[in-house]
């Protein structure tokens, strides 16, 4: 029998939003590789060997995965949210792509999850109901002088941004700089949300403007959204306002 790897999106963190395909490609592995907490969320049942790794080590990971699956062992690799947005199906992808042609013939797919921007945007109201764009503040893979210049074209065109990966132990002062960067651009009361852990049991959300955003911390489980011009708030008395972003953009 041959093997198979099929890299699946777990969500952001409730198990109510897995979907179904996602839960029938777990139930049906042999072999679960991933990131520690995410290898974590998938419960042990006989016939499931768990091989957790840490974090950064993505194409070591990948390889893994695809030296079991030529083996015959059908894997499952997860990543938070969905797998195409920076996890791990990027990292299978490469790894296919560089590493031993018998693996571009395995049977390879992608389970598609509820990513972080989608579920932080839920909570709100339509904070995406505009044109917007989704970047990693990271700068492990791509130079620091990249981010920048996306993130001056990106506020130059108005989009809504969802920043992901915003800050790490490692990377302290980037977010700070990315926010000072979209104060050039737009208003210091441009809606800026934090939405941290969404959807686990430590959710925390926070509505801020962009000069408060400046003087708030983030840590690695927080998404960030920046507003485009265009996204508002519903004030609703004492209850959280709704945030929103409208589709049409005048003439
Ligand atoms: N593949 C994931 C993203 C991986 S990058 C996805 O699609 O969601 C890791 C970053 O995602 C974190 O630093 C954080 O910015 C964001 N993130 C992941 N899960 C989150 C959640 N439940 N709430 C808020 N942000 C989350």
Known sequence: MTGSVTVVGLGPGDPRLLTQ????????????????????????RPGLTKHATDNRVEIDRAGHALRLAASGR?????????????????????????????????????????????AAAARLGAPLGGDFCAMSLSDNLKPWEVITARLEAVLR??????????????????????????????????????????????EAIRILTLAQARETKADMAT?????????????????????????????
Do not use: K
């Open 21 to 44: 395909a996602a839960s029938e490609a777990l139930a049906q592995a042999q072999d679960l590789i991933g990131y520690i907490p995410y290898v974590a969320r998938v419960p042990d």
């Open 74 to 118: 059908r894997v499952a690799v997860v990543s938070g949210g969905d797998p195409g947005v920076f996890a791990m199906a990027a990292a299978i992808f490469e790894a296919v792509e560089t590493g031993d042609p018998a693996w571009r013939h395995l049977a390879i797919t992608v389970e598609p999850g509820i990513t972080a921007m989608l």
């Open 157 to 202: 065109a108005d989009f809504v941004i969802s920043l992901y990966n915003p800050i790490s132990s490692a990377r302290p002062w980037q977010l700070g700089a990315a926010l000072g960067l979209a104060a050039e651009h737009r208003a210091p009361e441009t809606p800026v949300i934090f939405a941290r852990a969404v959807s686990r049991p430590d």
């Open 223 to 251: 998404m960030v959204i920046i507003g485009a011009s265009a996204t508002r708030l519903i004030p609703r008395g004492d209850a959280t306002p709704f945030v929103y972003t409208p589709r049409s953009v005048p003439a």
